[in-house]
Structure formats: structure tokens, C-alpha cells
């Protein structure tokens, strides 16, 4: 009777401990961050570079657009991102604290807005100096 009792408490905490288990979300697949970068003039930048960086600051990377001023990053772990784009001597503002889940995917504009002056490469040929 005793052995009953013991090895039905086993089975009946097995159970539960597996139901448990059970009913926690499951996050598969890697993440990924896309998007554009524009420059001051609005225009895709071809070539810039987006750097980026989870927020702990662990792995430091840098991947580029490409002559549509698109860029993919993929392959990500679930965690919180910061990116920045940089191009023809032209800076974005860093975008911190993008909070990437497991298997999502989110699109970013990046902006270059800033620069100790602007490049002749964003200089409009219209305009007079």
C-alpha cells in the first residue's frame, strides 16, 4: 500500500512539473533587424555602414547597405540592440534599446543627420554659397 502511494505522488509530481513545462511560450527561430538608411537629403545612402551592438555592449559588428540603401541583419539573438549608420561622412543618432524577440523581425529607418559640416556629397547642385 505504501509502495502505491509512493509511486503514485512520482508520477502525479512528473505530471505536473511536464504540464508546467509545457505551458511556457516557446520562442524558435533567430531574430532580425532590417531596414534603410536615409541621408540628409532623404535619399537611400548605397555602401553606409550600420553598426550595431546589444545594449549590454557584447559583440560589436558592422554590416552595409546595399545600392538601394537597404541592410539585413540576421541570425540574432533574443536581446536589446543599439544601431548607428554612418556614411559619406555623415552620422545617425544612435537608435538604442531595440528589444528584438525571439524569431521577430523589425525594420528601421536610420537617419544621418549628423557631421562637423555637410559633405559636398549632400550639397544640392541648385543651391548657392
Known sequence: ????????????????AASSVSA??????????????LGPDDKPVAHASVSYQSS?????HVVHTDSYGRFSITKLRADNYDLRASGKGVFSEWEKNIMLRAGQTKDLTLHLVYAKEIPKAYVKSNSKQ
Not at 502505491?4 to 505530471?15: A, M
Not at 549590454?56 to 560589436?60: C, L, P, V, W
Open 24 to 37: 511556457a511560450p516557446q520562442h524558435k527561430g533567430s531574430s532580425t533587424l532590417s531596414g534603410v538608411v
Open 56 to 60: 549590454g555592449g557584447n559583440g560589436a
Open 1 to 16: 500500500m505504501r509502495r502505491t502511494i509512493v509511486l503514485l505522488s512520482i508520477f502525479l509530481f512528473t505530471l505536473a
